[in-house]
C-alpha cells in the first residue's frame, strides 16, 4: 500500500488589485499601493460629494439595503 500523500499547505497572497489587471495585462500590484495613486485632490472630491448626498438627503439609509 503507498503512503498517504498531505495536502500542501496552501500560503495566503496578500490582498491585491487584480482582476482589472489581468484584463490589461499588467502587473499584480498591491491594493493599498494602488491607492496612494489616486491624487488626494480626487478623493477630497468624491468625500465632499458623499457629504452633499448625506445632506442632501440622497443616501440608502445602511438598513435598507438588503431591501
Do not use: F, W
Amino acid at each position: 500500500m503507498s503512503k498517504i500523500k498531505p495536502y500542501k499547505e496552501s500560503v495566503e497572497k496578500s490582498q491585491t488589485v487584480s482582476e482589472p489587471m489581468v484584463a490589461y495585462g499588467a502587473v499584480e500590484r498591491n491594493a493599498e499601493d494602488y491607492l496612494k495613486d489616486i491624487p488626494q485632490d480626487t478623493m477630497q472630491s468624491l468625500v465632499d460629494l458623499a457629504i452633499e448626498d448625506y445632506e442632501m438627503g440622497r443616501c440608502t439609509p445602511h438598513s435598507q439595503m438588503d431591501s
